[in-house]
């Protein structure tokens, strides 16, 4: 969510609803490997996949495209030591396992029953599996037997085709020369795409305007400000660990 401070009280764009079918998905460079995984279930050679990417790079959209194509079932955090005992070959994902707080126990011994009854099980993360935050090497050591793919925004035209999904999301045309616009002078990342499609979607509510390149500017200044806040609040929290 935008910092309030910096987006000066904008209303609140209600309404949106982002499209996760398989046929929204925008395939890319950065991540047709991952989709093309996704897409060959169940001709899979091993049961574990894992799929690498920073927030909002699609990890979860391919998640749920996987879980519509083969029945699979989301695991609950408190769910693993339940879903390993019942054991079964019912396919799983598995969700944020570097960030969600998984009991450790409970995702080593589903790890272990999916690898024995070659029970397919999609993990998405950000982090390196030698990252995750775990007490000891028990889990990451099973999870490195995972095939693993990155998901990443490749090129302008990826960027691009992510602002024209995020704004038909919220049923808003916007002029090509305006997403242009963005793409050649926002920081590259698809964290970044959402949070100024989101932004320029509450700058013009609060106009009660279109989306203009006016409002792109207005929205990339914002956002230059914000992130200029974070930079000095974490070169103040170094200087007083010092």
Same mark, same amino acid.
Request: proline letters at 3%.
């Given at each position: ?42 001709? +899979? ?24 194509? @083969? ?60 990252? +995750? ?20 925004? @490749? ?8 602002? =024209? ?28 795409? =959402? ?48």
């Amino acid at each position: 969510m935008v910092n309030d401070q910096v987006s000066g009280q904008l209303p609140l764009a209600f309404g949106h609803v982002a499209a996760h079918g398989e046929g929204d998905f925008l395939v890319g460079e950065g991540n047709a490997l991952a989709h093309g995984r996704i897409m060959a279930f169940p001709q +899979w050679s091993d049961p574990l996949t894992l799929v690498l990417g920073p927030a909002k790079s699609g990890k979860s959209h391919l998640a749920r495209i996987f879980a519509d194509r @083969s029945g699979a079932a989301f695991a609950g955090v408190d769910a693993l030591e339940r879903l390993a005992r019942e054991g079964g070959q019912t396919p799983l994902v598995i969700e944020d396992v570097d960030r969600a707080g998984y009991n450790e126990a409970g995702l080593f011994h589903l790890l272990n029953q999916a690898m024995r009854d070659n029970r397919a099980v999609l993990m998405t993360a950000r982090d390196e599996v030698a990252q +995750w935050p775990f007490s000891t090497d028990d889990v990451r050591s099973r999870a490195r037997r995972a095939t693993v793919f990155s998901v990443a925004m @490749s090129d302008d035209m990826q960027l691009s085709q992510m602002f =024209v999904k995020l704004f038909g999301d919220r049923q808003i045309a916007v002029d090509p020369k305006i997403i242009g616009y963005l793409v050649a002078r926002m920081e590259r990342s698809t964290e970044e795409a =959402v949070i100024l499609a989101e932004l320029m979607d509450r700058l013009a509510l609060a106009k009660g305007t279109a989306i203009t390149r006016s409002i792109a500017a207005d929205a990339l200044d914002r956002r230059r400000i914000a992130r200029g806040h974070a930079h000095q609040d974490d070169d103040q929290d170094e200087a007083n660990d010092e």
